[in-house]
């Protein structure tokens, strides 16, 4: 029993610094493997041909729209049980966890109807190329229809994080990303389905790990009882899961219109068109490997800040707060230097099939293109550490005020006129510049946004925890 009270509490009495690479390093060593797989699936897609390449990148703002479903329902049960589970309020935190569950199961309800009835027009918005329209719908069909497993996945996995076992995650997600690298070349080429089995692999991975997350929650997490017997959903719960989760889902929403109709800008204004859409692509799949450890400090720190916030210890909020932006900005700095010095050999990657006058095209897009986006990668880690504080206590709107002025507001209006400009001149490079100038614009919404938040909330939290940090 006792050992059981000082893994409960922790989060309130480990010193910052350790208990911030403690939550933290697990997620980041997974989520590390899952952009890794990533990177992996679309190597060997891009093996198939260059259009089913284009086809998968197109697919990613609904792939990624359905992942945002995922996390962020999830980041509103994450919050919301390590902020009972620090006020000493264990059935409360069951409680949440069992909604968030039914929560999940609602939105795979969800894009289980998109994959159905959804893909065809999303893709022939995008381009008129017939194959790689069909490509798209049948990678879809299977990565939405049978997308049961990433919901259940990232669910169980921060029901996990918010009792302090993060280590478990980095076990179920590197598990399901090694099954999904193990079966995307025996799908793909050894039995012949092509992006289809590219697809098939990914929803497996989702499943394995699924299934670990699950068994892990029932034997290793003690603080929370999952017994689904007489339950019933509980709107109140649901609510202040939705407050914390929903602005994170549009955030991410924003995210996935602003690359869709990106896709759309570089298609109709530049002369690239359908290569520069690759670039565009590859650019995500490479940028992921980049951004996921931070979105894993970040994972690691909202519980951490809730708790606290939850016992009042504003010491410790404030220490978690400037480790995790510290940590995010240094990952940062080295995700510039590699785009800056490998661009060729981090596209070459995607292009080891490809004809000679195929590989000429893209790295002659892709180096510029790849140079200038990274400018805005620090800048990116800052607002990000602000995104931590919003959603950890409870303030994701003005995450998705600054996610929405970056990516929709500021970033597609300077793309278009960039590209329009580019178009007339000759210079396709001028639409990437338009990524700093819209994260330059995130980080002053953001500042405005977490000084009004440390004024409103955190001033006001006690300081009990100032010797114990």
């Known amino acids: 029993m006792e050992n059981q009270n000082i893994q ?18 697990p997620i980041v060593i997974s989520m590390l493997v899952q952009a890794l797989y990533n990177i992996v699936d679309s190597m060997f897609v891009s093996m198939i041909s260059q259009e089913a390449l284009n086809a998968v990148s197109l697919a990613f703002p609904a792939q990624n729209l359905m992942i945002g479903f995922a996390t962020g329902s999830a980041v509103g049960v ?56 069909t490509y ?60 289809t089995g590219a697809a098939l692999a990914t929803v497996l991975g989702q499943i394995v790990a699924c299934c670990i997350a699950i068994t892990f929650n029932l034997k290793k997490n003690p603080e929370l009882k999952l017994r689904f017997s007489g339950f019933k959903p509980e709107l109140d719960i649901i609510k202040g899961i939705c407050a914390i989760g929903v602005p994170s889902i549009v955030m991410v929403a924003v995210g996935s219109i602003m690359t869709f109709l990106f896709n759309i800008i570089l298609f109709n204004y530049t002369s690239g068109g359908t290569y520069t859409q690759n670039v565009f692509g590859v650019y995500f799949k490479l940028n992921s490997f980049i951004f996921m450890p931070i979105f894993g400090v970040n994972n690691g720190v909202v519980p951490i800040i809730a708790y606290n916030y939850g016992a009042q210890k504003r010491a410790r ?33 995607f292009i080891q099939n490809a004809s000679p006058e195929e590989v000429q095209t893209m790295l002659s897009i892709g180096k510029p293109a790849l140079r200038i986006i990274c400018s805005h990668f620090i800048i990116a880690s800052v607002v990000i550490s602000f995104n931590t504080v919003f959603q950890a206590l409870g303030k994701s709107i003005y995450a998705t005020i600054t996610a929405t002025c970056r990516q929709l507001v500021i970033l597609i209006p300077v793309a278009y006129l960039l590209a329009r400009l580019g178009q007339s001149v000759g210079n396709d490079n001028l639409v990437w510049i338009s990524f700093p100038i819209a994260e330059t614009s995130a980080l002053i919404v953001g500042l ?22």
């Open 8 to 25: 409960e509490n922790k989060m309130g009495v480990m010193p910052v610094g350790r208990l911030v690479v403690t939550m933290s390093l």
């Open 78 to 133: 994450n919050a919301l049980v390590s902020r009972a589970l620090g006020a000493q309020d264990p059935k409360h935190a069951n409680r949440v966890a069992l909604n968030g569950v039914f929560i999940a199961l609602c939105c795979y309800v969800l894009f289980l109807l998109f994959a159905i009835f959804g893909a065809r027009p999303f893709f022939a918005m995008q381009t008129t190329n017939e194959t790689i329209v």
């Open 136 to 195: 798209g719908c049948d990678y879809l069909l299977v990565v939405c229809g049978l997308s049961f497993g990433i919901f259940g996945e990232v669910m169980f996995e921060r029901l996990l994080t918010s009792t302090g076992r993060t280590i478990y995650t980095m076990i179920s997600q590197g598990v399901g990303a090694i099954f999904n690298i193990i079966f995307d070349p025996i799908f793909i080429f050894v039995f012949k389905m092509g992006v």
């Open 317 to 349: 909020m404030m220490q978690a707060i400037k480790i995790g932006m510290v940590i995010a900005a240094c990952l940062m700095a080295l995700g510039t230097l590699i785009f800056l010095i490998f661009p060729g050999q981090l596209l070459g990657i």
């Open 448 to 469: 405005i946004c977490f000084r009004k938040v440390y004024k409103d909330i955190i001033s006001k939290v006690g300081d009990e925890g100032l010797q114990a940090a």
